[in-house]
């Protein structure tokens, strides 16, 4: 029989939990002393791409530790969510998260992944507002033009994307069910390669963004149909909203904020959203955000949480209402 008190017994038990805590306790302080990989989940060369590398510099100089970037690419972003959340939970593999993180579980089946319990929000970093452009060799030049010419010629002209469930492929179905169209779809592995195709002219349309679309405006080499938000935007005055073209209501807002694995320690968590929300007040990120189209926005980890909950329900009722799929 043990001779130990009471007391003592409950001391020595609390000293073992304070000993194995001891380890995550030290890691959390001493976060971050080596590089944080931040995976982009397109190829390099896209509005994310970009968006991304903007933040990760400002971020960077935050922490004191360099952020580097990481491109996967494909599957509309699952092999680059799924990396993440077989990752330690540790801080330093984090994914830079767009909607397709919020669509994926609703057009997909299976998925290696729970997007919501295997994932710890960090903060959102940027929005941009989808515009909807045109090659410039396209017998049409504005949203009016291009619903008569589809009308006119059904299944004969053809839009590409980022890729099947991404956020262009959704929103643009969304559309073309909303004008009663028919347009092929032409998915790619990031809106990079997409863009490319779409310049040289095999693809007629796509779901950009003012950041990658814009460099090529002036040429004519694209032709801006009309902005997928509610309000119209100061870099691109006098291109008109799908909204006041005669869909109400309708927009495209592509987001994106940055992810962690499950179990990463709240003091690391804390630590990050700190660096992100200090990065995004930056006037200059602000004005190199601005310059390409993008609005800086943070949000706290609850209100992130809430969000890509709240988004999930609205893909379901709307793909559900709309019958859309990545076919």
């Known amino acids: 029989m043990s001779t130990q008190s009471a007391p003592h017994r409950r001391s020595l038990v609390l000293g073992a939990l304070v000993l194995a805590a001891a380890p995550a306790l030290t890691s959390a302080a001493s976060y971050p002393d080596h590089p944080i990989t931040l995976i982009v989940p397109f190829p390099a060369g896209g509005t994310v791409d970009a968006t991304a590398r903007l933040a990760s510099a400002e971020i960077s100089k935050r922490l004191k530790t360099p952020v580097i970037i990481e491109n996967i690419g494909g599957a509309g972003g699952v092999i680059a969510s799924q990396r993440v959340a077989r990752a330690a939970p540790d801080g330093y593999t984090l994914l830079f998260a767009t909607p397709n993180h919020t669509i994926n579980p609703v057009i997909q089946s299976k998925l290696p992944f729970d997007t919501e319990r295997d994932f710890e929000p960090v903060s959102l970093v940027a929005q941009i507002p989808e515009l909807l452009v045109a090659n410039g060799q396209q017998p049409f030049s504005d949203l009016k033009g291009f619903i008569d010419y589809a009308r006119s010629h059904p299944g004969q002209l053809n839009y590409g994307s980022a890729g099947n469930g991404t956020l262009p492929h959704v929103t643009m179905e969304l559309l073309l069910l909303e004008l009663g169209l028919k347009v092929t779809h032409v998915p790619y592995k990031g809106a990079a ?46 291109v008109p909203t799908i909204a006041e073209s005669g869909l109400p209501g309708y927009q495209g807002i ?16 804390d630590t990050l959203h700190r660096a992100i929300a200090d990065a995004v007040k930056n006037p200059e990120l602000g004005q190199n955000f601005q ?35 990545v076919n």
């Open 193 to 238: 390669p997409a863009m490319n195709d779409l310049l040289s002219g095999q693809v007629a349309i796509k779901m950009d963004t003012i950041t990658t679309s814009q460099p090529h405006i002036p040429s004519g080499r694209l032709k801006p149909l009309a902005l997928a938000s509610l309000q119209r935007s100061p870099l691109m005055p006098d």
């Open 291 to 325: 310059a390409g189209g993008a609005e800086p926005i943070t949000n706290t980890p609850a209100e992130f949480r809430q969000m890509i909950s709240s988004e999930i329900t609205q893909w379901k009722d709307m793909i559900k209402r709309d019958n859309i799929t």
């Open 254 to 269: 592509l987001w994106m904020g940055i992810l962690a694995p499950k179990g990463t320690p709240k003091p690391i968590i």
